[in-house]
Structures are given as structure tokens and as C-alpha cells.
């Protein structure tokens, strides 16, 4: 007889079972309300559409685990654990709604169990067991054994009692089936063999009485049920609470252009960017809900190795705390007892930042960081005019002078003087605009990239111009910092002035101005084709326009910028360039493409001061000592100073020199 037709003390077994379902479904639906009525505190957000391809990603990311297996290397195993219970859950809950669902309480479960698919899934469950403990055990031991750096400090006991609960859980399934099949309750379905662990384990039952067994098997079916609830509370309650936030994170992440910052409504908005939980949107607090608190996050952070405040699992963490712990006042309309910026989240973390996206391609459930520190900096700037002094001096000198570099001699055409390069002023008859970027062209070092890059662009013949005094700063180094007046400003008067020379193609030497042209100017109404230099220039060598005279006996790596590689995935275009220099050797950097590891100058660097711990671009110039490399090759001139000081920090001169790669291939290239 199934446990649950039984009767214990005159009670029905399924009376009890509903009591206990209805009672940890009420526990989990008030908590769930409560986390709604947090939630919803936030601001309205839009922007959710193609849902058929955001559904399809979820399934991949969620179900199929990618979210996971994309961060499974050499450097971390830890995901397969969280693979193997994940997917152990996506195959046991199916099986508890039905077994819900179709009456589990009223007996009807038992005609279930007589259908082959029944019998199917009773097999896959069985299989699916010991993979499950397997990755709770393993999860155990690395978090209160092994402890890694990653995890320090997350011993807690809520842990263990989730962690623990997964590993048993599965075992009670596995005890309760073979208790069955010694009963002989076996599932029928084809008549073929019955599920192998639990048959294995039927065996330790042989020669016990059929009351003993039927005890048993009472006792497992309780114990087992008992978890479920449990767990189903629990994680409502608990840190776990990503088991069901994340699939609703996954699925609501921001619309692509990946990483491009959403624009403020400066004429109706009442206030700017974040002060309070309550002035992020109601998506960013889902975020906070969902995080899993593995701390992928933080194993990749540039301000983490280096010694900065800013963790990014401790930033979402602290918020999440916060949210949870203000929430009942906030609620009722009152205020909270904590300020968010200052006694939650320092200034000192939200100025850390680089803005390098490394933790939100790590992270496992699509958490956003970037834009909440940048909604905090925004608060900061805009509201409290609280901003160190340098950003304050870069910010001012683009507001003056229209660039942020406020000590250069240099004007705009300086580095292109005796080149015999066309402004659009002189001509606007052009294929495409060079847009040199105030770094290119008004930072000595960098002028050598816009020298090198025309030089390229004149030897493949391409009819291109350039703004000269007329370019003004993109605005990408405001945004960053959190002036949002200012980069609209700049955007809007730079879109006109492209849209006025009738501007179509734009190519520039810097990623910071191409992810700023060409995915955040769209949202000001300008709408361009924007290259990278590296893909134009890949693009040239292939149709064989750009002739390499000589080869180059060297050793050389290549560094992924941020705002190139995980800003827009151009890994490619760099590599075949550097490939195509006849004798040329490359090597790889132990973090490279989506994995790269910050030069520490994006976010606004350039212009920050690092005061605490080590400096990045020494980090990243250690690391590129590492391969041995005579030359490490960049294409990007914050990259390029930042490599640059970084050599000289470390008086490594005589081993290895930085180029960018336009600077690279133009050496190579006949006249
Ligand atoms: S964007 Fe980069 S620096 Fe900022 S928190 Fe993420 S990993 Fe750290
Ligand atoms: S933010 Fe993402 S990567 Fe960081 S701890 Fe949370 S889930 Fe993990």
C-alpha cells in the first residue's frame, strides 16, 4: 500500500500529506509576496522584447546549464557540481508536479506508476541520483575542506543545511524505490528491467520481514517528501533564494547591445541614478534576489585581485542584505535606517570599478553590475557633485575644451600635420570617416595609432576624412563616470554634426569610441556603421589591399581590450591581423578573450587615481611577461598607456615593449 493510503492514528495519510503541502506552499507564496512587494519598490524598466529568442536562451542558459558549463576551465571545476544538481532538479521536479499535480495525496499516483512513462522516468530519476549527490558532496568539500580563495567566508550553516539537504534528498528517493521493488511495488511499465541503483539497493532488504520492509518504505516516502517541502521553504527564505529568481533573471536581462548603458529622460526625470535600493529598477533588484553567491564574480574582478574595496559578489550581496532588511519600512512608505551609498556601499567600491564587464560574462545567472555602480556614480556626480578630484578635472575639460585630456599641448590635426589627410570640412566626399578620438589624437604616445592607422588606410587606397577641430569627445569617459548631462550633450552635438556631413561609415582606433558610436548613439537617433580599425584592417589584408613588405622574427601576445572583446565580441579581426606578419609568433596570455584580465584604464581609469592595493596595469604587465613575449599588441590607446606605464613601473623596457596592432602591421607594410 503507498504510504500516503495509509492511515497514522486514525489520520489519512494523504489528509496529512495536503497539510504539509499547503503548509509549505502558504510559508513559500507569503515569502514570494513579500520579495514582490520589495521588487516592485523599484523603478519601471522596458525593453523585453523578442521573447520567443529570450525564452530559447533561457532554456539553453538555464536548463541546458550553459550559464555554468561556459565558465568550466582548467582554473574551475566547481561548475560541474552546480551542472549535476541542476540538472538533477530540472528531472525531479517534473516528477513531483505530476506526482502533485495528479493527485499523489488521493492514491491516483499509484495508477500513474503502472504507465511505461512512468517507468521511463522512474529509470532516469535513478540515474540522475547519484550525479546529484555527487555534486553536493563535492560542492561540501570544496566549501568547508578545500575553502578557495572564491569561497572564503561562505561557510555559513544555511549552506551546509541546503547543501546537505541536496545530498540526502536523492538518497531517499533511491531508498524509497527500493523499498518499493522489495515490496514488489515495483514500477511494471514494459515489463523490462527495473531501474538498476534502486534495484541494487532492493537488495539490502532481502531476507528483512515484509512489515520491516513496509516500514521502511513508509519512512523514506516521508523523509523524502519531508525534503521537498523543506527545501521548498527554505530557499524562499534562505541565500538559495537564486533556485527561483535566476530563471526570471535570465530570462528579463538587459536587451542587446551588450553593455550599453541606458540613457537618463534628463528633461523628465526627478531624480539621477541611484541613492537610495529604491531608485534601481525593479529588474536590478531582481538581480540582487538572484545572485548564487559562488562568487564567479569576484574570481575575475581586476579591482578584487588587485586589493581594491570593490568585490562585485559583496556589492550584490550587501545590496540584496540591504534591500531584505529595509524592506518592511520601505513597504509601509517610511525611510530607510541606512544610507545605500556610504554605509552599504562605500565611494571608495564605486569608483573601484573599470567597468571591464569581466563579472557579468562570469556570472552564472546573468546579474548586471556594471550599470548599478554606474547609477550610483550618476547619484554621486549628478546629485551630490561627490566625484574625485581628477574625473572632476577630465569632466571639466571635456565640458571646456571638448576632451578630457586637459594638459596636452597638442591640437586636434597636430599628429596628422604633413600626412595629407582630407578633413570633412575641406571635403566631405568620403567612404568613411576616420573619428580619431581625443586619446589618438591628442595624447603624444597614442598620436602614433592614428599616424599608423592613416598610413594603413592611404597604402590600401581608402577614401577616408577626418573631422580635425571639428571632432569633439564622444562622451564615453562622462558616461562612465556618471555624467549623463554631459554625454548627451556631446552626443547629441557630435550626431549632428555627422548627420550634417551626411557621415554613413565611421572607423576608429578605440573601442571605447566605437562601443560608444556605435551602440549608445543609437539611442540619441545616431544611427552609423561603426568599425573597429582591427576588422577594417583584417577586412583589407583579406581582399589583399594592404600588401606586407617584410616579416617579423618576434615573439608576440596580444591583449583583449574589454570594450573590444567582451563589450563586442571582436576576438578574431586582432589575431588574423597579428597571424598574417610573415614569421610572427604568438602567444596566448593565460587570460585572454572573454576571459581578459583589465588594463585598469576603462570606466573612467584614465583619469582615477588607484590608491589602494596594487595597480592593474602592473597586474596585466606581469602577466604578459609571463609568455616570454618580446611585444605585447593592443588596440586600444588606453590599453597602450596603460601597458606603457606599466613596463616602466616595472623597468621591464629591455624584455617587452607594447605597439598597438595598427602600429604593428604598419612597420610591416611596403610603401
Ligand atoms: S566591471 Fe570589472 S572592475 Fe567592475 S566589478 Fe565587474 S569585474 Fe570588477
Ligand atoms: S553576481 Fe553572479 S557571479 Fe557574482 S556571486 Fe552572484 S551569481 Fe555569482
Not at 507569503?30 to 533561457?58: A, I, P
Not at 600626412?419 to 603624444?444: M, N, P, Q, R, Y
Not at 580635425?468 to 554631459?486: D, F, H, I, Q, V
Not at 597579428?578 to 576603462?602: T, Y
Request: charged share 20%.
Amino acid at each position: 500500500m503507498s504510504p500516503v493510503s495509509m492511515s497514522y492514528l486514525g489520520i489519512p495519510g494523504y489528509v496529512i500529506f495536503w497539510v504539509l503541502f499547503a503548509l509549505a506552499v502558504g510559508l513559500l507564496l507569503r515569502r514570494l509576496y513579500q520579495l514582490w512587494r520589495y521588487m516592485s519598490l523599484g523603478q519601471t524598466v522596458g525593453g523585453f522584447g523578442h521573447l520567443v529568442k529570450r525564452v530559447l536562451s533561457t532554456i539553453v542558459s538555464v536548463l541546458g546549464q550553459w550559464c555554468q558549463l561556459k565558465n568550466l576551465t582548467a582554473r574551475n571545476r566547481a561548475s560541474l557540481g552546480h551542472v549535476f544538481m541542476a540538472w538533477g532538479f530540472f528531472i525531479y521536479i517534473p516528477f513531483y508536479l505530476i506526482f502533485i499535480i495528479i493527485g499523489g495525496g488521493f492514491g491516483l499516483s499509484e495508477t500513474l506508476e503502472h504507465t511505461s512513462f512512468f517507468f521511463y522516468y522512474a529509470w532516469v530519476m535513478d540515474i540522475a541520483a547519484p550525479f546529484i549527490m555527487l555534486g553536493a558532496l563535492w560542492a561540501i568539500i570544496r566549501r568547508y575542506v578545500i575553502r578557495p580563495p572564491r569561497l572564503k567566508g561562505e561557510q555559513s550553516f544555511e549552506a551546509l543545511v541546503i547543501l546537505v539537504t541536496v545530498l540526502i534528498h536523492p538518497l531517499t528517493h533511491l531508498f524509497k524505490e527500493a523499498t518499493g521493488i522489495a515490496l514488489g511495488y515495483a514500477p511494471v511499465g514494459l515489463g523490462a528491467n527495473l531501474p538498476p541503483i534502486s534495484e541494487a539497493l532492493s537488495n539490502i532488504f532481502a531476507g528483512a520481514s515484509p512489515a520491516a520492509i513496509e516500514a521502511a518504505n513508509t519512512a523514506f516516502f516521508w523523509a523524502h517528501w519531508g525534503f521537498v517541502l523543506f527545501v521548498l521553504v527554505f530557499i524562499a527564505y534562505s541565500r538559495y533564494l537564486h533556485m527561483i529568481a535566476s530563471m526570471f533573471n535570465v530570462l528579463l536581462q538587459s536587451p542587446p547591445p551588450k553593455g550599453a548603458l541606458r540613457p537618463i529622460d534628463l528633461e523628465k526625470a526627478e531624480s539621477f541614478g541611484a541613492s537610495k535600493v529604491t531608485d534601481f529598477s525593479w529588474k536590478q533588484l531582481l538581480d540582487l534576489y538572484s545572485c548564487v553567491i559562488y562568487g564567479q564574480c569576484q574570481e575575475v574582478c581586476p579591482a578584487t585581485a588587485s586589493g581594491k574595496a570593490l568585490n562585485p559578489k559583496n556589492l550584490i550581496d550587501d545590496l540584496k542584505i540591504h534591500l531584505l532588511a529595509e524592506g518592511p519600512t520601505l513597504v509601509k512608505g517610511g525611510e530607510p535606517a541606512k544610507a545605500m551609498i556610504g554605509e552599504v556601499i562605500t565611494e571608495d567600491v564605486i569608483w573601484a570599478c573599470t567597468t571591464c564587464r569581466a563579472c557579468q560574462e562570469a556570472c552564472p545567472v546573468a546579474v548586471e553590475h556594471v550599470e548599478k555602480i554606474i547609477d550610483m556614480r550618476r547619484s554621486l556626480v549628478m546629485e551630490q557633485a561627490s566625484i574625485p578630484e581628477t574625473a572632476e578635472g577630465a569632466l571639466r575639460s571635456i565640458e571646456d575644451r571638448g576632451h578630457p585630456w586637459r594638459g596636452t599641448t597638442l591640437s586636434r590635426t597636430d599628429w596628422a600635420e604633413g600626412l595629407d589627410i582630407k578633413t570633412l570640412a575641406e571635403d566631405s566626399d568620403i567612404d568613411i570617416l576616420f573619428w580619431v578620438g581625443c586619446t589618438g589624437a591628442l595624447e603624444e604616445r597614442s598620436t602614433k595609432i592614428s599616424q599608423a592607422t592613416a598610413k594603413l588606410l592611404k597604402s590600401a587606397g581608402v577614401n577616408f576624412g577626418i573631422l580635425g577641430a571639428e571632432e569633439s569627445c564622444c562622451g564615453e569617459p562622462a558616461r562612465r563616470l556618471g555624467n549623463e548631462y554631459l554625454f548627451q550633450m556631446q552626443a547629441e552635438k557630435n550626431i549632428e554634426l555627422l548627420k550634417n556631413y551626411g557621415v554613413k561609415r565611421i572607423v576608429t582606433a578605440c573601442p571605447h569610441g566605437y562601443h560608444t558610436l556605435k551602440n549608445e548613439y543609437p539611442q540619441f537617433g545616431g544611427n552609423f556603421e561603426v568599425i573597429h580599425h582591427t576588422q577594417l584592417i583584417a577586412q583589407l589584408l583579406k581582399e589583399g589591399k594592404l600588401k606586407i613588405a617584410k616579416g617579423r622574427g618576434e615573439l608576440v601576445t596580444y591583449h583583449d581590450a574589454c570594450y573590444l572583446g567582451r563589450y563586442n565580441d571582436i576576438y578574431q579581426p586582432p589575431r588574423r591581423i597579428v597571424k598574417s606578419i610573415p614569421e610572427i609568433k604568438m602567444v596566448e596570455m593565460g587570460r585572454n578573450r572573454e576571459d581578459s584580465f583589465c588594463c585598469g584604464g576603462g570606466g573612467g581609469h584614465m583619469w582615477l587615481e588607484e590608491h589602494e592595493g596594487r595597480r592593474i596595469n602592473e597586474l596585466r604587465t606581469e602577466q604578459a611577461m609571463d609568455t616570454g613575449a618580446q611585444t605585447v599588441v593592443t588596440a586600444c590607446p588606453f590599453c597602450l598607456q596603460m601597458f606603457d606605464d606599466g613596463i616602466k613601473t616595472k623597468e621591464a623596457e629591455e624584455k617587452l615593449k607594447v605597439m598597438d596592432i595598427a602600429e604593428l602591421l604598419a612597420a610591416q607594410i611596403g610603401e
